[in-house]
Protein backbone atom coordinates (compact mmCIF):
# COMPACT_ATOMS: atom_id res chain seq x y z
CA UNK A 1 0.00 0.00 0.00
CA UNK A 2 1.43 3.49 -1.44
CA UNK A 3 1.12 6.40 1.07
CA UNK A 4 -1.44 8.08 -0.22
CA UNK A 5 -3.54 5.34 0.64
CA UNK A 6 -2.24 4.69 3.74
CA UNK A 7 -3.28 8.02 4.84
CA UNK A 8 -6.86 8.01 3.12
CA UNK A 9 -7.66 4.45 5.18
CA UNK A 10 -6.38 5.88 8.49
CA UNK A 11 -8.66 9.35 7.59
CA UNK A 12 -11.38 7.10 6.55
CA UNK A 13 -11.10 5.24 9.65
CA UNK A 14 -11.05 8.05 11.92
CA UNK A 15 -7.58 8.87 12.56
CA UNK A 16 -6.27 12.40 12.58
CA UNK A 17 -2.97 12.42 10.82
CA UNK A 18 -0.64 15.05 10.22
CA UNK A 19 1.32 15.73 6.93
CA UNK A 20 3.81 17.85 5.73
CA UNK A 21 2.53 20.78 3.37
CA UNK A 22 3.94 23.60 1.51
CA UNK A 23 3.62 25.46 4.42
CA UNK A 24 3.88 23.45 7.75
CA UNK A 25 3.12 20.10 9.15
CA UNK A 26 -0.90 19.89 9.44
CA UNK A 27 -3.47 17.95 11.54
CA UNK A 28 -6.11 16.45 9.19
CA UNK A 29 -9.38 14.72 9.91
CA UNK A 30 -12.91 13.76 8.33
CA UNK A 31 -15.42 16.85 8.59
CA UNK A 32 -17.10 15.76 11.28
CA UNK A 33 -18.29 17.63 14.73
CA UNK A 34 -16.30 14.99 16.39
CA UNK A 35 -13.56 15.46 14.96
CA UNK A 36 -13.34 18.84 14.99
CA UNK A 37 -13.71 19.03 18.42
CA UNK A 38 -10.51 16.12 18.82
CA UNK A 39 -8.35 18.56 16.91
CA UNK A 40 -9.24 21.37 19.06
CA UNK A 41 -8.56 19.21 21.82
CA UNK A 42 -5.26 17.95 20.51
CA UNK A 43 -4.29 22.00 19.70
CA UNK A 44 -5.56 23.24 23.31
CA UNK A 45 -7.94 25.69 21.11
CA UNK A 46 -11.62 27.12 21.72
CA UNK A 47 -13.80 25.39 19.85
CA UNK A 48 -15.03 28.89 18.34
CA UNK A 49 -12.54 29.88 16.28
CA UNK A 50 -12.43 29.38 12.53
CA UNK A 51 -12.05 26.21 11.65
CA UNK A 52 -9.86 25.50 8.38
CA UNK A 53 -11.49 23.42 5.59
CA UNK A 54 -8.71 22.01 3.03
CA UNK A 55 -9.87 20.36 -0.74
CA UNK A 56 -8.03 20.35 -3.82
CA UNK A 57 -10.42 22.66 -5.19
CA UNK A 58 -13.10 25.43 -4.80
CA UNK A 59 -15.82 23.79 -5.70
CA UNK A 60 -15.71 20.97 -3.30
CA UNK A 61 -15.55 23.67 -0.45
CA UNK A 62 -18.78 25.24 -1.62
CA UNK A 63 -20.81 23.88 0.27
CA UNK A 64 -19.20 24.29 3.65
CA UNK A 65 -19.17 28.69 2.76
CA UNK A 66 -21.34 31.50 1.95
CA UNK A 67 -19.40 33.98 -0.77
CA UNK A 68 -20.78 36.80 -2.63
CA UNK A 69 -19.24 36.45 -6.58
CA UNK A 70 -16.77 38.91 -5.77
CA UNK A 71 -15.53 36.94 -2.94
CA UNK A 72 -15.60 33.86 -5.52
CA UNK A 73 -13.76 35.89 -7.81
CA UNK A 74 -11.17 36.55 -4.96
CA UNK A 75 -10.89 33.01 -4.53
CA UNK A 76 -10.61 31.89 -7.72
CA UNK A 77 -7.70 34.06 -8.27
CA UNK A 78 -5.99 33.22 -5.13
CA UNK A 79 -6.14 29.67 -4.91
CA UNK A 80 -4.35 27.12 -4.79
CA UNK A 81 -1.46 28.50 -2.94
CA UNK A 82 -0.30 29.37 0.80
CA UNK A 83 -3.10 31.73 1.77
CA UNK A 84 -5.87 30.67 4.19
CA UNK A 85 -9.00 32.48 3.60
CA UNK A 86 -11.81 33.44 6.28
CA UNK A 87 -15.36 33.62 4.94
CA UNK A 88 -18.75 33.10 6.23
CA UNK A 89 -20.66 29.66 7.23
CA UNK A 90 -23.20 28.28 5.28
CA UNK A 91 -26.26 26.77 6.80
CA UNK A 92 -24.31 23.28 6.12
CA UNK A 93 -21.40 24.17 8.36
CA UNK A 94 -23.88 26.20 10.89
CA UNK A 95 -25.15 22.84 12.03
CA UNK A 96 -21.77 21.83 13.59
CA UNK A 97 -21.96 25.33 15.46
CA UNK A 98 -19.42 27.85 12.71
CA UNK A 99 -20.30 31.10 11.78
CA UNK A 100 -16.91 31.44 9.60
CA UNK A 101 -14.72 28.92 8.24
CA UNK A 102 -11.24 29.26 7.01
CA UNK A 103 -10.29 27.49 3.69
CA UNK A 104 -7.53 26.38 1.94
CA UNK A 105 -6.39 24.72 -1.26
CA UNK A 106 -2.62 23.33 -1.37
CA UNK A 107 -0.70 24.01 -3.97
CA UNK A 108 -0.55 20.60 -5.72
CA UNK A 109 2.93 21.24 -7.01
CA UNK A 110 4.40 22.60 -3.45
CA UNK A 111 2.38 19.58 -1.40
CA UNK A 112 1.79 16.67 -3.96
CA UNK A 113 0.99 14.00 -1.00
CA UNK A 114 -1.59 16.24 0.16
CA UNK A 115 -2.77 16.98 -2.46
CA UNK A 116 -3.17 13.11 -3.30
CA UNK A 117 -4.83 12.56 -0.50
CA UNK A 118 -7.53 15.73 -0.97
CA UNK A 119 -8.12 13.99 -4.34
CA UNK A 120 -9.35 10.82 -2.92
CA UNK A 121 -10.70 12.31 0.37
CA UNK A 122 -12.80 15.06 -0.64
CA UNK A 123 -12.57 18.51 1.67
CA UNK A 124 -11.37 17.63 5.13
CA UNK A 125 -10.51 19.80 8.52
CA UNK A 126 -7.20 21.06 8.85
CA UNK A 127 -4.93 23.24 11.09
CA UNK A 128 -1.28 23.45 12.22
CA UNK A 129 0.44 20.85 13.64
CA UNK A 130 1.10 23.02 16.94
CA UNK A 131 -0.22 23.64 20.50
CA UNK A 132 -2.57 27.01 19.87
CA UNK A 133 -0.68 29.99 20.05
CA UNK A 134 2.49 28.38 19.78
CA UNK A 135 5.05 27.50 16.75
CA UNK A 136 3.87 24.43 14.08
CA UNK A 137 6.45 21.61 14.98
CA UNK A 138 8.78 21.29 12.02
CA UNK A 139 9.36 17.52 12.13
CA UNK A 140 7.06 14.55 11.63
CA UNK A 141 8.82 13.36 14.54
CA UNK A 142 8.26 16.19 16.88
CA UNK A 143 4.50 15.82 15.81
CA UNK A 144 4.02 12.58 16.83
CA UNK A 145 6.08 12.94 19.75
CA UNK A 146 4.12 16.53 21.20
CA UNK A 147 0.54 15.69 19.60
CA UNK A 148 0.37 11.88 19.12
CA UNK A 149 -0.92 11.54 15.64
CA UNK A 150 0.49 9.64 12.99
CA UNK A 151 2.65 12.18 10.72
CA UNK A 152 3.90 11.79 6.91
CA UNK A 153 6.68 13.55 5.95
CA UNK A 154 6.86 14.66 1.94
CA UNK A 155 10.37 14.25 0.04
CA UNK A 156 8.78 16.30 -2.73
CA UNK A 157 7.17 19.07 -0.32
CA UNK A 158 8.50 22.49 -1.34
CA UNK A 159 8.11 23.44 2.74
CA UNK A 160 8.50 26.91 4.06
CA UNK A 161 8.12 26.38 7.66
CA UNK A 162 6.25 29.36 7.46
CA UNK A 163 2.31 29.22 8.41
CA UNK A 164 -0.08 30.38 5.51
CA UNK A 165 -0.94 34.05 5.88
CA UNK A 166 -4.99 34.83 6.91
CA UNK A 167 -7.01 36.64 4.91
CA UNK A 168 -10.17 37.92 6.30
CA UNK A 169 -12.76 38.55 3.47
CA UNK A 170 -16.00 38.52 6.07
CA UNK A 171 -16.21 42.40 6.29
CA UNK A 172 -16.03 44.92 4.15
CA UNK A 173 -13.42 44.62 1.81
CA UNK A 174 -10.23 42.22 2.08
CA UNK A 175 -8.42 42.08 5.82
CA UNK A 176 -4.99 40.48 5.86
CA UNK A 177 -4.91 38.60 9.72
CA UNK A 178 -1.76 37.38 10.33
CA UNK A 179 -0.12 34.23 9.48
CA UNK A 180 -1.41 31.45 11.46
Known sequence: MNKTNKIVKLI???NIVSIQ??????LYAKLTKEHLKKINQIKRRDIKMPVQISAPNLDLI???ISISKVQREVLGASLPGSRSFIVNASSKAKKIGLEKVMIRIPNPVDAPLLTEVLQATGPIWSS???YHGYE???TAKQVCKFLRVLSFEDIRAKTTNTSSEIVDL???GVQIKKRK
Request: net charge negative.
Open 128 to 130: SAN
Open 136 to 138: AFS
Open 170 to 172: TGK
Open 21 to 26: SETVFG
Open 62 to 64: MPY
Open 12 to 14: NNE
